[in-house]
């Protein structure tokens, strides 16, 4: 597989760029990318945001520039985006600036230590030759390929052409039928437990809707109250019945760590006698033990999986590895939908 991995690591690139590097965002995602410079040596020169965002912002020290005075002031420059993106408007937005000026979008992981380098993918060649067999279609293995090359190059031409509608998924792969039984696992503000009631119009027999964040649960009992058939979990999904410590952060980044907030976790295996028909995964990182949790239910009646898999660096050959010591009978699709930066990279097997 590796002679299809063409680029080099994002960072040890701009070790060596002479032209000013400035950052394109503020916030937790600037900080994380902040971080990672310092620890390459790498300097930046300036911040800067779309015109209209600009409003005399101050960001380490430094005031935020207006695109339109970053290119004033510097001309030619590099420019590393910091935050995440998936409405359409930004995304054009975004690549027209790619195609002015350099422009990465860096890949820092939300769980585990490291980076996704090309050395990363040189040190798991094997794990990632297997998955790359292990894939069931040509879009599969493509995106697969191309997002392997996005995360160690940072670059928008191999990200854009992957991306896949999530309702293609529903239709052609996941085939939600009538009576589906779903565990849906870091069910959010129930955006998509939305989505599977639109994909069965609303023929659905039960959505266990797992959500350990209190603000966030209290979304999804409220976007879900009307729908008879969703009952809402405040609990975590692990490898066992037990209590976690709880991180809680803005929007879906909360995740189990090793102090916060105590809270309730449980396997998928003690859901009770119920036949799951669909697990879906979202849980920021702990997804490797969630599906431990749940090694009878995939053993025994071989669920539909939807799993992201962005959250630790691994997850492009953990997850699917893991799936298929429990069943070796699993076809496994991989998909990128609209996010900058790859967010939204799943797996789904059937």
Not at 9 to 30: D, F, H
Request: hydrophobic share 40%.
């Amino acid at each position: 597989m590796l002679e299809y991995i063409s680029e080099e690591t994002v960072w040890l690139k701009l070790q060596k760029e002479s032209r000013p590097i400035l950052l394109y965002g503020m916030g937790n995602g600037a900080d994380m990318i902040i971080e990672r410079l310092n620890e390459f040596g790498i300097e930046y020169s300036d911040v800067y945001a779309s015109d209209e965002f600009v409003r005399g912002h101050f960001f380490h020290g430094k005031k935020v520039l207006k695109y339109s005075e970053a290119e004033e002031k510097y001309g030619d420059f590099v420019s590393l985006m910091t935050f995440a993106v998936k409405d359409d408007a930004t995304i054009d937005r975004v690549w027209q600036m790619s195609r002015k000026h350099p422009f990465y979008s860096l890949t820092v992981p939300v769980a585990g230590e490291g980076l996704f380098t090309r050395e990363f993918v040189e040190a798991n060649e094997e794990k990632f030759d297997k998955v790359y067999s292990m894939l069931a279609d040509d879009k599969s293995r493509e995106t697969f390929i191309n997002l392997i090359n996005f995360k160690i190059s940072g670059k928008l031409n191999y990200l854009l052409p992957s991306f896949s509608e999530k309702y293609e998924v529903y239709e052609n792969i996941l085939r939600l039928e009538r009576d589906e039984i779903i565990a849906d696992l870091g069910a959010y503000n129930g955006d998509t437990v939305e989505e599977f009631v639109n994909a069965t119009r609303g023929k659905i027999r039960k959505i266990f809707a797992l959500e350990p964040d209190r603000k966030n649960f209290a979304k999804l009992v409220r976007n879900t109250e009307k729908l008879t058939f969703v009952e809402p979990m405040n609990v975590a999904a692990y490898k066992e019945n037990t209590s976690l410590f709880f991180k809680k952060s803005a929007g879906r980044q909360s995740k189990i760590a090793d102090e916060g907030e105590k809270i309730e976790a449980i396997a998928i295996d003690s859901l009770g006698d119920e036949k799951i028909s669909l697990i879906k995964m979202d849980i920021e990182g702990s997804e490797l033990d969630a599906i431990k949790g749940a090694e009878n239910t995939i053993r025994t009646h071989k669920p539909k999986l939807y799993i992201c898999a962005y959250h630790r660096n691994e997850d492009m050959f953990s997850i699917p590895l893991a799936i298929n010591e429990i069943r070796s009978d699993y076809k496994f699709y991989f998909r990128q939908h609209k996010y900058i930066p790859a967010w939204e990279s799943n797996f789904y097997a059937v």
